[in-house]
């Protein structure tokens, strides 16, 4: 009887705590994380994926048909990414990361003339990103643009990041540009 008792006992104090740590993650209010709209994880961040996430998630996927040699599925992937990004940025415009992944995907589908544009509007916004002059010099060795790919070039030279040794091994013909 005394050791059911205590038992109950433990279990009910158990309950209890357990339920009032459960939700005690938020910064006050409604323990949410302020506006998202998604649901929350109790660190504060949003679970719900974002249109960029998706986005790149594509991209990823992509990139990983293109190993394969699955061109057609890798095609797909990047037209729903570009879909994506292109309401991303709407939603939310001048965001170079945004921008370079447009510019990204919108050259792998062949458009290299707006590829640029998105690059080049990146750029105005941040211009030191990575991520987009590697991939604007790689689009202008491709366009047999060589000078301004090595422009390009000169800019990543004090990254010390792969994307420099990258686009060097491109513009002087030791790797060949995947794009």
Same mark, same amino acid.
């Given at each position: 009887m005394i050791k059911t008792s205590l038992?109950?006992?433990f279990f009910t104090i158990f309950l209890i705590t357990s339920s009032f740590s459960a939700g005690s993650g938020g910064? $006050?209010? !409604?323990g949410g994380s302020g506006g998202s709209g998604g649901s929350s994880d109790g660190d $504060?961040? !949003?679970k719900t994926k974002t249109q960029y996430d998706m986005a790149v998630s594509h991209i990823k996927a992509a990139k990983k048909f293109e190993k394969k040699d699955k061109l057609k599925k890798a095609k797909k992937r990047y037209e729903k990414a570009q879909k994506l990004l292109l309401k991303s940025n709407k939603k939310f415009p001048n965001k170079a990361d945004t921008l370079n992944y447009l510019g990204f995907t919108t050259r792998k589908l062949g458009d290299y003339e707006n590829g640029e544009k998105y690059y080049l509007e990146g750029l105005a916004i941040d211009p030191n990103h990575i991520g987009i002059n590697e991939y604007l010099?790689?689009?202008y060795v491709v366009t047999n643009r060589i000078n301004l790919a090595k422009e390009r070039l000169e800019i990543l030279k004090s990254c010390n990041c792969e994307e420099y040794q990258d686009l060097k091994d491109i513009i002087i013909g030791k790797k060949q540009s995947k794009y």
């Open positions: 038992i109950t006992l910064s $006050g209010g !409604s $504060g961040f !949003s010099g790689e689009l």
